[in-house]
């Protein structure tokens, strides 16, 4: 079956690092538009990161400098590279993939992150 499974999250103090990692199973994500959103408690999802199969990147503004989406699609896998992580980023970060607009989005099971001394 079709399957994104995420790993990667803990708790982290602010200003450490996380790599988060999207594996795909019954689908090639290289051909994919790869979504990371998070969503905390008690406030909406959000998106945060975004690569379409061409290789272009998006991020949100609080972001940027900060997280860097990327592929290996030798490994079927898809990263988030958060950096300089703020106790604002806490979140269940969530991987999201599309290959057209018409065509039903895929999720992940999400993976926690706390940012917290």
């Keep these: 079956q079709v399957q994104l499974v995420e790993s990667g999250g803990g708790l982290v103090q602010p200003g450490g690092s996380l790599r988060l990692s999207c594996s795909a199973s019954g689908l090639m994500l290289s051909i994919y538009t790869m979504r990371w959103y998070r969503q905390a408690p008690g406030k909406q999802r959000e ?6 199969s061409g290789g272009s990147t998006n991020y949100v503004d609080s972001v940027k400098g900060r997280f860097t989406v990327s592929r290996d699609n030798a490994k079927n896998t898809v990263y988030l ?4 992580l703020k106790p604002a980023d806490t979140a269940v970060y969530y991987c999201n993939a599309q290959r057209r607009i018409w065509e039903p989005e895929l999720w992940g099971q999400g993976t926690q992150v706390t940012v917290s001394s």
């Design 47 to 52: 998106l945060v990161a975004s690569t379409t």
């Design 81 to 84: 590279q958060m950096d300089s």
